[in-house]
């Protein structure tokens, strides 16, 4: 297994803002998160990385819990406008690709690694759910928030800042691993 030690010598290499390890049984699962996707996010029920199609509250803390470690990191992007979706889209992709480096050079050796993200996956112009199954589910990372859990709560237990100024989205990836 990785170590702690090692992961923090290779993700020097990234422009990463904060980060934390921690144990999965600090993970709280919250079903108000899901009612809130429900309600405001315009993604529910529209893609594969999203619910209903990841599943009840039950199966989701299954698939977490199986884990023994967490590891949660925060990188930034400054935009002009947080408000203008075609800049917030580009953001978020240069934080997957940051996602995918650390992926592929870090955690490489895991077979079996639970990556969740920000937002919903935009890897297909148009998500395939529900009519046909997911194109890629080995590149796709669900969001953190359908997995019914809450990012401000493990920052505020790790010290991590969620807001980072107006202008700067803090973007936040949650690998799971044993
Ligand atoms: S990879 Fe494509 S089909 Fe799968 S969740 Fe992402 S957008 Fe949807």
């Known amino acids: 297994m990785i170590t702690k030690e090692e992961i923090e010598k290779k993700i020097t290499k990234y422009p990463i803002l904060e980060y ?24 529910y029920g529209k ?24 590891f949660i990191f925060s990188t930034i992007s400054e935009v002009n406008d947080i408000y203008n979706m075609d800049e917030m889209l580009s953001a978020r992709d240069e934080h997957i690709q940051i996602v995918n480096k650390i992926n592929n050079n870090i955690f490489n050796k895991y077979e079996d690694v639970l990556i969740l993200t ?10 395939s759910y529900p009519s046909e199954l997911c194109k890629y589910p080995e590149k796709m990372y669900p969001c953190i928030e359908s997995q019914t859990i809450l990012v401000t709560e493990i920052c505020e237990n790790h010290k991590i800042s969620f807001f980072n100024g107006s202008n700067t989205v803090t973007w936040f990836c949650l690998i799971l691993y044993s």
């Open 20 to 43: 934390a390890f921690f144990d999965t049984s600090e993970l709280s699962f919250d079903a108000n998160v899901r009612t809130i996707c429900g309600n405001k996010c315009p993604q």
């Open 118 to 127: 920000a937002e919903s996956c935009s890897i297909c112009q148009n998500c």
């Open 47 to 70: 893609s594969w990385s999203c619910p209903p199609a990841v599943g009840t509250l039950d199966e989701c803390k299954a698939r977490c819990t199986k884990y023994k470690n967490a």
